[in-house]
């Protein structure tokens, strides 16, 4: 590999004049000019990125921590941060927690090891007590949708009370009254949203909310499942004609157990989701669902953060998605 040395030798210049040449630093002949760009031309001399970074004090290094990798709407939101990254010219690095509380500590850790510039955090395990809370952890961080709220830093988020509303009040105007929720992890405001949104709607129709009918789950599929077994298992009184999941994930989950429990959707009970991962759409029946704009959610989130790297000192920002109502096939009218 041709170095900085090499040019300046084939082209009789010194290497500060190459430095001037490539990094446009300073004024040259052009018939100067012009023997230090052949020259570096013919060797296919590339500047290293790592002393112009170093230079710079920036690496053009992001790096992005998620929860979980085998929910597909983290895919879907990686997908669109890698290409706002590929866009402005810059790296990104990568970390799954699986939920672990201490994997989330030690990838942060090695994130700032590595010099990245910020940060996006879509994790849901950092406690509140940490120095991320406060703003003391020394990288620009950016907290996109299932993070916490309360954190020291610029936040995208989902605005899920309206999204449940909207999934609720959808079932209600097809004339259901008798509806059931499966929940997220209660404590964590992703899930309490949404189901906030449920209970607004549910409350504005005066229709009673049976504690029978609310499951919580925890946004996986194994989770919507268990959640829905219990509710069907505990639901003495009837079972609801409709029921909302707090994520797409769990619907999932839920139409496999109503149907290991002989009941159809949406025949028997309509189903509505929540993210609107592609996936919802291949489902047999179509999975009716809220959409979040997941791929602009992430190269918003590209945005926001660099925007914090460039100007730290401005006011922390919440910008708030809107969820827009998606009709499928798991979903009908009661007759």
């Known amino acids: 590999m041709a170095t900085i ?48 970074s170093l230079k710079a004090n920036t690496t053009l290094t992001l790096g992005m921590i998620i929860t979980t990798s085998t929910n597909p709407f983290y ?49 849901t395990q950092v406690d509140p007590s940490d120095q991320l809370v406060d703003g003391n952890f020394g ?13 020291h830093a610029d936040i995208i988020q989902d605005n899920g009370r309206h999204g449940g509303y909207q999934a609720t009040r959808y079932l209600i105007e097809l004339g259901h009254t008798r509806i059931g929720v499966l929940t997220g992890p209660i404590g964590k405001r992703t899930a309490e949203e949404r189901y906030s949104g449920f209970q607004e709607a549910m409350n504005e129709a005066g229709l009673d909310i049976r504690s029978s009918w609310v499951s919580e789950g925890d946004f996986e599929l194994q989770g919507g499942y268990e959640a829905t077994q219990r509710l069907l298992s505990n639901a003495t009184d009837g079972l609801p004609s409709a029921l909302f999941a707090g994520n797409d994930m769990m619907a999932i989950g839920a ?76 979903t009908k009218a009661v007759l």
Not at 11 to 39: F, H, M, Q, W, Y
Not at 93 to 119: H, M, P, W
Not at 140 to 147: C, S
Request: contains cysteine; glycine residues 6%.
């Open 255 to 330: 139409l496999r157990a109503l149907h290991e429990a002989g009941l159809s959707v949406p025949d028997d009970i309509s189903l509505m989701g929540y993210d609107n991962i592609q996936l919802s759409k291949h489902l047999v029946p179509a999975l009716s669902t809220v959409e979040q704009p997941k791929s602009y959610l992430g190269s918003t989130a590209v945005d926001l953060l660099i925007q914090r790297i460039r100007s730290p000192e401005r006011a922390l920002e919440v910008i708030s998605l809107e969820p827009e109502l998606i009709v499928r096939e798991s």
């Open 139 to 151: 990288v620009p961080i950016v907290v996109a949708d299932w993070g916490v709220s309360d954190i």
């Open 5 to 52: 040395k090499d040019v300046a030798e084939m082209a009789g210049v010194s290497i500060c004049t190459v430095s001037n040449v490539l990094n446009d630093t300073r004024k040259v002949r052009p018939a100067t000019k012009a023997r230090v760009e052949d020259a570096a031309r013919r060797l296919r001399y590339t500047p290293s990125g790592v002393a112009r």
């Open 75 to 123: 895919a879907e939101v990686l997908q669109g941060v890698e290409q706002r990254c590929y866009e402005l010219g810059y790296s990104l690095v990568f970390a799954n927690t699986q939920g672990d509380a201490s994997r989330l500590y030690n990838s942060l850790e090695t994130l700032k090891s590595r010099k990245v510039d910020g940060i996006i955090l879509m994790c």
